[in-house]
T-cell receptor
């Protein structure tokens, strides 16, 4: 499973767009990029998954350049409730029993 | 739908005691997982079960055993608890689908004295 690198922490203010970048230089051909969100004292929650280009859902957008060695999670107009830890994971989740390898994640703090 | 449920929510053990953490899901998922999360760390996979009747070791299986009792239930047993097993334990399940996303339970906070 490819190793990922992401910032340990980020600060933002309500209403701003937040972009969290994840580096995954050793991504394999069959790997997908997945992001999870974890609030304090809760289990992680799936946010978004993509393979290439751009994916958008009701919560976030995921931008993946052509070389796929990095990806950016974009959260539009964050609110206080978006304060959480965000994990970037890379792997062939669709064919390996869905095993997830979590790194330390990025702790996002949204201020009023 | 309750999703993934875990019992107990909290537990305090003394070194050497044993206990079983229970997990159940009502989403008809094939795969189930046990993770532990230590303070300030990401989750680490202990054991997983890709389907009923099968179990496999994850990153940190030592000191634990699991049982996939049926499709719904996946239990984690600590035979002789140690202080190093103080952690928050999460159970998760996944059922395939386009993203094969995992759904997590609320966690069990375990302290071993």
């Amino acid at each position: 499973l490819a190793k990922t690198t992401q910032p340990i922490s980020m600060d933002s203010y309500e209403g701003q767009e937040v972009n969290i970048t994840c580096s995954h230089n050793n991504i394999a051909t069959n790997d997908y990029i997945t992001w999870y969100q974890q609030f304090p004292s809760q289990g992680p929650r799936f946010i978004i998954q993509g393979y290439k280009t751009k994916v958008t859902n009701e919560v976030a957008s995921l931008f993946i350049p052509a070389d796929r060695k990095s990806s950016t999670l974009s959260l539009p107009r964050v609110s206080l409730s978006d304060t959480a830890v965000y994990y970037c994971l890379v792997g062939d989740y669709r064919n390996q029993g869905g095993k997830l390898i979590f790194g330390q994640g990025t702790e996002l703090s949204v201020k009023p | 739908n309750a999703g993934v449920t875990q019992t107990p929510k909290f537990q305090v053990l003394k070194t050497g005691q044993s206990m079983t953490l229970q997990c159940a899901q009502d989403m008809n998922h094939n795969s189930m997982y046990w993770y532990r999360q230590d303070p300030g760390m990401g989750l680490r996979l202990i054991y997983y079960s890709a389907s009923e009747g099968t179990t496999d070791k994850g990153e940190v299986p030592n000191g634990y055993n699991v049982s996939r009792l049926n499709k719904r239930e996946f239990s984690l047993r600590l035979e002789s608890a140690a202080p190093s097993q103080t952690s928050v334990y999460f159970c998760a399940s996944s059922g395939g689908g386009i993203n094969n996303e995992q759904f997590f339970g609320p966690g069990t906070r375990l302290t071993v004295l």
